[in-house]
């Protein structure tokens, strides 16, 4: 089904909402859009972005490829925020109850079904968000990794009402207060409390046990010595 | 040896009063002299293959806090805004945003730091020239680590 970008205009009175038929990145073309709550939204995408310039499988027609615009005070949980908007609108929406890893990948079943990414430019959040919507399959380098909503419930989902649930998801998450954030993200995900992790600090990997958050809701973990780390940035992932 | 430790280091000569400090950690031997107008800091290391000296940092005069590095006036410095990891270049293999010796312009991105996966880009607020880079790519920052020294132009 050809996306129709009226549908959430008209849910959205007000709001600004791009829709591209094929962009490089949405990111890029959020960076020049300024209105509070703008909405780019691509049907694919050539340049799809992850962490760190990493490239994200945007395949025409069958995801949500989106860049909400926010002025908003950045605090370092609304990227966690912004997750659990996704992962609750996702639930409400389809039933799949997706993972949540650390600080906002979902996962379901153990692979990604969306990935988030959230950049701060020129006092504003560009918040980057990619959802496997109604892929049937993925290509070979992904299938491991990779899922869609579609193949974890066997069906296809209009992508227009799933984006509407989400954006009134992020408006909902977005006026929590942080330790309310904190409490729902340590309920939401399996990430946070005992599971075995290897993550990447300072140019080392470090394997251990997830023991936590800590008050701004940097992710604790206890290392094979003994040690107990911050992580502040994502990267992390199950190991052996 | 790093320089938030590094910082540490000069941090704990200010509050004891002590007025020359030599530490060893490994191949890296700190050598903190406190003098009347500036402090000198030289870290060297045993390493062949290493320059002699890696870091020459001077801080002003005790009791100024912060030590940040400023060794001649009118330099600015650009720190970090918040807790994450500095990049120095938008995707991994790509040449660093900026090197010592370039020009910038305000908006210039000098770096990102990632707290949780988001993306801060840190700009440049003035024209003038990088002189000295003061972080790793990949290294944890603190919120108010000096990451760059910016001669106005």
């Known amino acids: ?240 | 040896m790093n320089i938030p430790e590094i910082k540490e280091l000069i941090q704990a000569l200010i509050d004891s009063g002590v007025a020359e400090l030599e530490v060893q950690r490994g191949e890296n031997r700190v050598r903190i002299v406190r003098g009347g107008a500036v402090q000198e800091v030289v870290v060297t290391t045993a390493s062949a293959a290493a320059a002699p000296v890696q870091h020459v940092v001077s801080a002003p005069a005790v009791p100024a806090a912060p030590p940040a590095p400023k060794a001649e006036e009118g330099l600015q410095t650009v720190k970090s805004p918040i807790v994450g990891t500095y990049y120095a270049a938008p995707s991994p293999g790509a040449s660093d945003f900026v090197n010592v010796g370039d020009s910038v312009k305000p908006g210039k991105v000098l770096c990102i730091v990632e707290s949780m996966k988001l993306m801060n880009e840190i700009e440049c607020e003035v024209s003038g020239t990088i002189i000295a880079k003061h972080v790793e790519n990949g290294q944890p920052v603190e919120y108010g680590t000096t990451l760059f020294t910016v001669r106005p132009s």
Not at chain 1, 204 to 225: Q, S
């Open chain 1, 1 to 240: 089904m050809p996306f129709n970008p009226d549908l959430v205009r008209a849910a959205f009175p007000g709001r600004r909402v791009d829709f591209y038929k094929e962009t490089g990145s949405t990111m890029t073309l959020a960076a020049k859009v300024h209105e509070d709550g703008a909405v780019i939204i691509a049907d694919s995408q050539t340049g799809g972005i992850g962490r760190y310039n990493r490239p994200w499988h945007s395949a025409p027609s069958d995801g949500l490829y989106f860049t909400v615009v926010l002025r908003t005070t950045p605090l370092p949980v609304l990227t966690m925020a912004i997750g659990l908007a996704v992962q609750e609108a996702i639930a409400r929406y389809t039933g799949l109850h997706c993972d949540i890893r650390w600080p906002n990948d979902l996962l379901a079943n153990g692979k990604k079904c969306c990935g988030i990414l959230t950049q701060l430019h020129e006092e504003r959040v560009l918040a980057g968000i990619g959802i496997n919507v109604n892929h049937e399959s993925f290509p070979f380098e992904l299938d491991a990794i990779a899922t869609s909503l579609r193949v974890e419930t066997g069906r296809t989902w209009p992508r227009e009402a799933l984006l509407i649930e989400v954006l009134n998801s992020i408006e909902a998450f977005l006026r929590l207060p942080q330790d309310a954030v904190l409490a729902a993200f340590t309920q939401q995900s399996s990430y946070v409390r005992g599971r075995r992790v290897a993550v990447e600090l300072n140019g080392t990997e470090v394997r251990g046990i997830t023991a936590g958050l800590d008050a701004n809701g940097y992710l604790l973990l206890d290392d094979d010595n003994g040690r107990r780390h911050t992580i502040l940035a994502g990267g992390v992932r199950p190991c052996s």
